[in-house]
């Protein structure tokens, strides 16, 4: 039952957007909260505490009745009575200024949709939604100085909620002298059941609403200018620099100044009003309206939003915000940013690709045969576009960045970013060289990557450090290994719990060691041979001539340096290491399997865990929880440390005999408070 007002609270902050998108807005008239999910009240003695201008305090309680006395007087949450039975629901103001609207029957109104709430009604601080009474000989209620009185020797059913859906109940809340009209939408199931939907208050004291009202008109805005330009005027090296022009707005009675903003050109993705009205004081500029269009120079200490002085080599954009007077406009309004201006011949370079590589992975004798490898820019917004160009070695330490600007188009490849981390291309066939040369055997080449400016970020290209040096044989790699596995054969914590296994390659004259690589299975899909070449964190095996079965060493680290550990899923990749003189060209593997490794040592039995209850069925083996919550995770493994199944916010892990080999599984799981590791033996 949520029944307190932390409770209520916190749904209340998840249910922020409802409010933004209804009524949030600056200015608006109406705070409007929508309670999500709906709060559903039930049983005799339920509450709830309603907080309606949502100031941490509750203004409201509402509450459930359901008693059953033998004795000749009974009094109940406000319900008096000479009998035995009483089913109700009731509601009552935390303070005796706070209150509860009624109808002429002085029970709470059971409002519609557009009636209105304001000073007009009458209100009480407590009073009946909807109450059941049974067999009573008398009864009387009391609500704010309200008493009924009456008598029935059958069920009497009282008040205006009874069987209500979507109805509204007014309210007014009391801060200090001011009173605050509000509403609260309930629908009554029974006489001991309710739900309550959503709730608002008017912000604006002493104000009407009106049932079901989420929000008011939007405030008047005042107009935008139009037509702001920046110029680079003066050599001065600061805001006198700046000369800032726009179009005076339509109608300046609605505000009461123009504010220059300067926004620095990375900054302007994004920048809205809301961004515009945060900026502190002293880093803007304000100007009068005259009655004619606006030209000004800023001043040697004007400053941009960030509040920087303005200054030379920066690329900025300007914006003006129209800052409503508060009587004919009531929001204020942003611009459409400037042009871009760069203060005194400002130069914006490009960012370079790094980490260039050049392999040969094919026999083709063309550029086809050439794949490159290089990580992207720093910033990537500064990239129109990669150009990779392919130089003769013997010219490559002479090669600049006016050469590569000058290449035709058949003679570098295009690469367009696209948040990659790093790129990886094959070449074409007809691509030449930076001589115009076709691209064949037996030259050596390097390579280099040519970033081109975007043209509003940067302004001028860069270019790349060479790659290492490559030259097109048509000498062909050694095979790939085939059919690697892992297991958790052991448990010993580290490398030595892990099994490697794969079949020899035909031909182990081709290549002088195999180079086993464990990679965390989340790093599986990107790894390349260029991320295995060279890499020091590798199992070297020695061919044998026969299929390798191999278990690593209490030292042995996976790809990124780090040791191997239990509890965390793994794939395995093997690298042929060319020879260097019948292959050149190491290959790199397939992925194996996936393993995690645990530690079943330790690991309770099934049948001395406290919180799990396991039932062996005729086709199947069950596990939930004692407590009957459900089981957020789990996951099976086989004692090879291989995944086999997952689940997720299940009431009960469910073991067919049919899917599942016999043997012992390890079955990992938890939910919000539990976890543990079990292990269990199928038939």
Same mark, same amino acid.
């Given at each position: ?38 709060d ?13 201008n949502?100031?941490g ?8 009745v359901?008693?059953a ?6 009094s ?20 005796? @200024?706070?209150g ?36 009573v ?14 008598s ?12 209500a ?11 200090g ?12 199931l ?11 208050i008017? %912000? ?6 009106n049932?079901g ?10 107009d ?8 680079? $005027?003066a ?8 000369? %800032? ?17 300067? $926004? ?13 009205m945060a ?22 200490? @004007? ?14 954009r300007?914006?003006?915000m ?25 130069i914006?370079?490009?960012?370079p690709?790094?980490?260039?590589a050049?392999?040969d ?10 794949? %490159? ?15 990779v160009?392919?130089?003769?070695a013997?010219n ?15 003679s570098?490849?295009? %690469? ?28 050596p ?7 081109v ?6 302004n001028?290209? $860069?270019?790349?450090n ?14 790939? $290994?085939?059919?690697?596995t ?12 892990l ?7 035909a031909?182990?004259?081709?290549? @002088? ?7 965390k ?25 026969a ?30 290491v ?28 099934i ?43 299940? @009431? ?6 049919n ?13 919000s408070a ?10």
């Amino acid at each position: 039952m949520k029944n307190d007002l932390l409770a209520r609270l916190k749904k209340y902050a998840l249910s922020a957007a409802a409010f933004t998108a209804a009524g949030g807005a600056a200015n608006a008239q109406i705070q409007y909260t929508d309670i999500i999910p709906d709060d559903t009240v039930t049983g005799g003695g339920a509450s709830y505490a309603l907080d309606l201008n949502n100031d941490g305090t509750a203004d409201f309680n509402f509450f459930v009745v359901n008693t059953a006395y033998s004795s000749s007087y009974v009094s109940a949450n406000g319900f008096s009575f000479s009998s035995n039975q009483i089913k109700g629901i009731g509601v009552s103001a935390s303070n005796s @200024s706070n209150g509860i609207m009624l109808a002429s029957n002085y029970y709470p109104y059971a409002l519609s949709s557009g009636n209105a709430i304001n000073a007009a009604a009458l209100f009480t601080s407590s009073g009946a939604l909807a109450a059941n009474i049974t067999s009573v000989s008398s009864y009387s209620f009391s609500f704010s100085g309200y008493n009924y009185a009456g008598s029935s020797s059958n069920s009497s059913v009282l008040g205006n909620w009874q069987g209500a859906t979507d109805k509204y109940l007014g309210l007014k809340v009391q801060v200090g002298t001011s009173t605050y009209f509000g509403w609260a939408r309930l629908t009554v199931l029974s006489d001991t059941q309710f739900v309550i939907k959503d709730y608002a208050i008017q %912000v604006n004291p002493f104000i009407s609403i009106n049932a079901g009202d989420t929000f008011a008109l939007p405030p008047v805005a005042a107009d935008s200018v139009i037509n702001v330009v920046g110029a680079d $005027v003066a050599n001065n090296g600061n805001g006198q620099d700046l000369n %800032v022009q726009f179009n005076m707005i339509a109608d300046e009675t609605t505000i009461s100044a123009y504010r220059i903003l300067v $926004v620095k050109e990375p900054d302007t993705l994004g920048f809205d009003l809301a961004a515009a009205m945060a900026v502190s004081a002293g880093n803007f500029t304000n100007v009068t309206p005259t009655g004619a269009n606006i030209s000004t120079i800023l001043t040697s200490s @004007s400053r941009d939003i960030d509040g920087d002085l303005i200054t030379e080599n920066i690329a900025y954009r300007v914006y003006v915000m129209t800052i409503a007077d508060g009587v004919n406009a009531q929001a204020n309004n942003l611009s459409a940013h400037s042009n871009q201006v760069i203060l005194a011949g400002a130069i914006f370079p490009s960012d370079p690709a790094t980490s260039l590589a050049a392999s040969d992975i094919a026999d083709n004798g063309n550029g086809s045969d050439i794949q %490159v490898f290089f990580t992207k820019a720093s910033n990537e917004n500064k990239v129109d576009q990669y150009r990779v160009l392919v130089v003769k070695a013997s010219n490559a330490a002479s090669f600049n960045l006016a050469q590569a600007q000058a290449a035709p188009t058949s003679s570098y490849f295009s %690469v367009n970013p696209n948040g990659s981390l790093f790129y990886t291309s094959t070449l074409n066939a007809t691509l030449n060289d930076v001589d115009g040369d076709p691209i064949t055997t037996a030259v050596p080449y390097r390579l280099f990557v040519l970033s081109v400016a975007d043209g509003t970020i940067a302004n001028t290209d $860069v270019l790349s450090n060479q790659s290492n040096s490559i030259t097109l044989s048509t000498i062909l790699p050694p095979e790939a $290994v085939q059919n690697i596995t892992i297991a958790d054969v052991a448990d010993n914590h580290n490398g030595l719990d892990l099994q490697v296994t794969f079949d020899k390659i035909a031909d182990e004259t081709t290549i @002088s060691e195999y180079q086993i690589l464990i990679v965390k299975s989340a790093s599986a899909a990107s790894f390349t041979l260029f991320d295995a070449i060279g890499n020091p964190n590798n199992e070297s095996v020695t061919p044998t001539g026969a299929n390798i079965t191999t278990i690593l060493t209490p030292t042995s680290k996976d790809s990124d340096g780090d040791p191997i550990l239990e509890n965390a899923p793994y794939k395995a990749f093997v690298l042929s290491v060319a020879n260097g003189t019948t292959t050149q060209i190491d290959q790199l593997s397939t992925a194996s399997n996936e393993v995690t490794l645990l530690d079943a040592t330790g690991i309770e039995n099934i049948n001395y865990n406290a919180n799990l209850l396991v039932r062996t069925m005729e086709d199947q083996l069950t596990i939930n929880l004692k407590n009957g919550e459900p089981i957020e995770q789990a996951e099976v493994f086989n004692t090879s440390g291989q995944l086999i199944t997952t689940y997720s916010n299940v @009431s009960e892990i469910n073991l067919p005999y049919n899917k599942y080999s016999s043997g012992i599984y390890l079955v990992k799981w938890k939910n919000s408070a539990l976890e543990s590791t079990i292990k269990i033996v199928l038939p």
